[in-house]
């Protein structure tokens, strides 16, 4: 399974952060994994934002639910996020990653994209 992350690298604040995840080697539909976004500011620890199921269902971190989105392109393949009204809080290195239901572990990352919010 691979997981490769897309979008623009500058945001600007106020804006919304759409970023992409495309999934090759799998399904986004096959049972019991779900995707997940999770980030990595400069010089602080992961964040889990939020996550997609199987099943389409969704789930978000309680400090971001109010800004944050995440959908779903079957028939792409593809796994999206979408952060409204961004500040420079919002800068740094998102990941799409795999999250298997039956170990309750993450198991497949994507590289990361790095996103930086600046006038």
């Known amino acids: 399974v691979q997981l490769q992350e897309s979008g623009p690298g500058l945001v600007k604040p106020s804006q919304t952060l759409s970023l992409t995840c495309t999934v090759s080697?799998?399904?986004?539909?096959?049972?019991?994994?779900?995707w997940s976004w999770i980030r990595q500011p400069p010089e602080k620890g992961l964040e889990w934002m939020g996550a997609?199921?199987?099943?389409?269902?969704?789930d978000y971190s309680p400090s971001l639910k109010s800004r944050t989105s995440i959908s779903r392109d079957t028939s792409k393949n593809q796994v999206t996020l979408q952060l409204t009204s961004v500040t420079p809080e919002d800068t740094a290195m998102y990941y799409c990653?795999?999250?298997?239901?039956?170990?309750?572990?993450?198991?497949?990352w994507g590289q990361g994209t790095q996103v930086t919010v600046s006038s």
């Open positions: 990653v795999r999250r298997s239901d039956l170990w309750n572990e993450f198991d497949y």
């Open positions: 997609i199921t199987y099943s389409g269902d969704t």
């Open positions: 080697g799998g399904s986004i539909t096959t049972n019991y994994y779900d």
